[in-house]
């Protein structure tokens, strides 16, 4: 089993280097504080600070005193190196561990907002899942639409605690999201067999079927964790 540091230095590592990937940072650029940092990535600052040190170590990046982490002459493209040859493994260890958390509370969300879901929070799920049907062709905008909709049920909850959390998991949620989607989707009718889980999930909600709402999300999440066991 990985060391869970090592996990967690990877997954800082892989979400800098999307970083410097989606700003288009180049060498001698300065890096997000580590607070930023921490906070968009979702970890400790702790954790932030020993992962930019080994960064710094292997030439990646250079910490100036007071002023900050800056990405180093010619080595942006390391970033993508420095994953090594545990990234495969490590990002299936975490899709795995995050669905398993997802089902643990996503389960119980779906069967309270079938309790207590109001016309505004039934209106804001189908708005989304319109989204969704509209996002064959848009890898991203599909990837939104998924969160959205596990956001939205979470919201009818009318469990404060529970939203917050599921607010707290948004960023690793999105990135989980996507690692599945783009898995799932390597067969473009997977789009369709998705979509129509969500609507199912809707469906029961809608109608006030708590059970069936909680077997429907259970049977969603197992589903994408067992098509990801089968791959690897």
């Keep these: 089993m990985l060391n869970p540091k090592k996990r967690t ?93 997802r089902r643990a509370f996503e389960v119980e969300a779906a069967s309270l907002a079938a309790q207590r879901a109001t016309a505004e929070n039934l209106e804001a799920i189908r708005q989304v899942l319109a989204q969704m049907a509209g996002a064959a062709n848009d890898p991203e905008l599909g990837v939104q639409a998924d969160l959205d909709f596990h956001l939205q049920v979470a919201n009818a909850t009318k469990n404060q605690l529970l939203i917050d959390l599921m607010e707290t998991l948004s960023i690793r949620m999105e990135e989980n999201i996507r690692a599945t989607r783009r898995h799932r989707f390597t067969d473009a009718s997977r789009h369709q067999d998705t979509l129509k889980e969500h609507e199912e999930i809707y469906l029961a909600i809608a109608d006030g079927n708590s059970e069936l709402a909680k077997q429907l999300m259970n049977r969603h999440i197992s589903r994408i964790r067992l098509e990801l066991h089968r791959s690897t």
């Design 9 to 101: 230095y990877e997954f800082i590592v892989e979400q800098i280097n999307v970083l410097c990937l989606e700003k288009n940072l180049r060498p001698g650029d300065r890096l997000p504080s580590e607070r930023d940092l921490a906070t968009l990535f979702g970890v400790s600052r702790n954790s932030i600070r020993e992962a930019l040190k080994g960064l710094e170590s292997r030439g990646v990046i250079e910490i100036r005193q007071g002023g900050g982490s800056f990405l180093a002459a010619s080595k942006r493209d390391m970033l993508g190196n420095e994953l090594g040859t545990h990234i495969d493994e490590t990002k299936a260890l975490l899709i795995d561990e995050m669905l398993e958390l």
